[in-house]
T-cell receptor, first 110, second 115 residues
């Protein structure tokens, strides 16, 4: 299956700390995307990393990709209360649709 | 550019009824995908439309159907509603580059409650 699996399922940290969440997948991919969802709302695209890239940065976000291990990680530095949300990875192979995992629920405590 | 819009935002129906949800993609986007999100099953892909044709389909019963119009707007229909159809229905649009779509941009969703 192309579905990503996020780990941990839930994460609770203090404001200002870093948050790291991981994603594993099973098939070969063209790219892997991370999305954020605030409670009961639509998903917001955060970052896309292509299969030939190993690391990518966007503001306080850092994404790594290890295609040999079929895994990715999302690091959010200096977390804020507004970062409280669910985070989903979506590995993308040949299909045009995304297969999401169950997500990591991040809670940032002020 | 305006984002993806979905109407209605909230909907309450009873079992056995049917419902139609609407999605307007970002201007210029020709691919529209639909997803169902429930607490138990998470985010599941329903179908994708491109140029008025269904290009991909998830593992849902035939009660779930959709279509896309020439202006790329899309509708999905659920007939004979069941309690388990209560969910957040998300629509996403994306550009098509060389036969391959990239980042998907999601709408706010339609919250359907079936009583």
């Amino acid at each position: 299956s192309q579905q990503g699996e996020e780990d941990p399922q839930a994460l609770s940290i203090q404001e200002g700390e870093n948050a790291t969440m991981n994603c594993s997948y099973k098939t070969s991919i063209n790219n892997l995307q991370w999305y954020r969802q605030n409670s009961g709302r639509g998903l917001v695209h955060l970052i896309l990393i292509r299969s030939n890239e190993r690391e990518k940065h966007s503001g306080r976000l850092r994404v790594t990709l290890d295609t040999s291990k079929k895994s990715s990680s999302l690091l959010i530095t200096a977390s804020r209360a507004a970062d409280t949300a669910s985070y989903f990875c979506a590995p993308r192979g040949g299909a045009n649709n995304l297969f999401f995992g169950t997500g990591t629920r991040l809670t940032v405590i002020p | 550019k305006a984002g993806v819009t979905q109407t209605p935002r909230y909907l309450i129906k009873t079992r056995g009824q049917q419902v139609t949800l609407s999605c307007s993609p970002i201007s210029g986007h020709r691919s529209v995908s639909w997803y169902q999100q429930t607490p138990g099953q998470g985010l599941q892909f329903l179908f994708e439309y491109f140029s008025e044709t269904q290009r991909n389909k998830g593992n849902f019963p035939g009660r779930f159907s959709g279509r896309q119009f020439s202006n790329s707007r899309s509708e999905m229909n659920v007939s004979t509603l069941e309690l388990g159809d209560s969910a957040l229905y998300l629509c996403a649009s994306s550009l098509e580059r060389g036969g391959y779509t990239d980042t998907q941009y999601f709408g706010p969703g339609t919250r359907l409650t079936v009583l």
